[in-house]
């Protein structure tokens, strides 16, 4: 790697321990099963002889936990970052699943009344502005090697898009960021020169039924 490419993997969590299967957003105390740490162990070694200088996570436990790994394998700090957090939902503790009724219910309508914004969260480009400046301050921290931050699902595709200079609002079924999966961002000095998706812990998501459409991301 030349002194001026840097790489910032951007990783989803593994799997979340989620019993009750509610959307569970910003709530604390969701952390990771175990097959979700099985996940975030498989994805650190996929990329065990790549030259990771920094490691930085949101502040919810399940990407904590996922940064994990890679601290022990680099010996490296983890950098907590706000900006990587999931972002916010009005269902947050609901559960949206089919047959809950959350979505049903005429009293939540008028929450869906605007699928661009969105209406019922975080504005897309809101979430897209704070990611790439997560980004961007990893790419610094790590000019010249590379870093690993952990983030959420909708945070990292709609940071995807927006560097992609495709529009933000988007249908969720689409979304190409499996559970532990790497959306790697090569850069030449500050500027993103190549954009690579991988999924490490692939044979790990099948073997749990439920996970790609865990709720939360």
């Known amino acids: 790697m030349s002194e001026s490419t840097t790489v910032v993997h951007v990783l989803r969590h593994g799997e979340v321990h989620n019993p009750t299967r509610i959307l569970y957003g910003r709530l604390p105390g969701f952390h990771l099963s175990e097959l979700g740490r099985q996940m975030a ?27 994990e790994p890679f601290a022990a394998q680099y010996q490296l700090d983890v950098t907590t970052d706000v900006r990587l ?21 005429p009293r939540n309508w008028w929450v869906l009344r605007d699928p661009i914004t969105p209406s019922w969260g975080e504005a897309y480009l809101v979430i897209a502005k704070r990611m790439f400046e997560a980004v961007q ?10 870093a690993v931050c952990v983030s959420h699902q909708l945070p990292i595709w709609t940071l995807r898009r927006y560097v992609e200079r495709k ?18 961002f090569r850069f030449e000095g500050s500027e993103i020169a190549g954009i690579d998706y991988s999924e490490p812990a692939a044979h790990l998501v099948a073997m749990s039924p439920g996970a790609r459409s865990a709720k939360g991301a």
């Open 167 to 184: 529009r933000l609002w988007h249908d969720p079924r689409r979304r190409q960021c499996g559970l532990a999966s790497l959306t790697s």
């Open 85 to 105: 957090i999931e972002s916010a939902n009005y269902f947050e503790g609901k559960g949206v699943g089919p047959g809950d009724g959350s979505f049903r219910d």
């Open 137 to 146: 301050a990893a790419r610094v921290a790590a000019e010249g090697h590379e």
């Open 41 to 67: 162990k498989a994805a650190a070694d996929v990329l065990k002889d790549r030259d990771v200088t920094h490691l930085v996570a949101s502040p919810l436990e399940r990407a904590q936990e996922t940064a």
